[in-house]
């Protein structure tokens, strides 16, 4: 009786844990590409108006974003899969 009343709540916590950590894990990926994105662009032909908000953008991705859970543990799928 137990089992048929909490196994449904227990899959729907594991499966939202696991929808979380993919979708952070994407955050920091895609973090990591606008980073090399950002690094690429040819910032020598703008003009000055352009070129600090390319600093601008340089100064914000040079670390990758990392989500954290209470600011100890990083989230993502390996965290999870440990």
């Not at 844990?17 to 894990?25: A, G, K, P, Y």
């Not at 920091?28 to 600090?52: C, F, H, I, Q």
């Amino acid at each position: 009786e137990a089992l048929a009343r909490y196994l449904p709540l227990t899959l729907t916590l594991f499966q939202q844990l696991i929808q979380l950590s993919i979708v952070f894990e994407l955050v920091g990926t895609v973090s990591s590409k606008l980073n090399d994105a950002v690094y690429g662009l040819p910032w020598e032909d703008m003009d000055v108006k352009n070129r600090r908000t390319v600093a601008f953008f340089l100064l914000n991705v040079q670390e990758p974003v990392h989500v954290k859970a209470l600011g100890l543990a990083d989230v993502g799928v390996t965290s999870m899969t440990a």
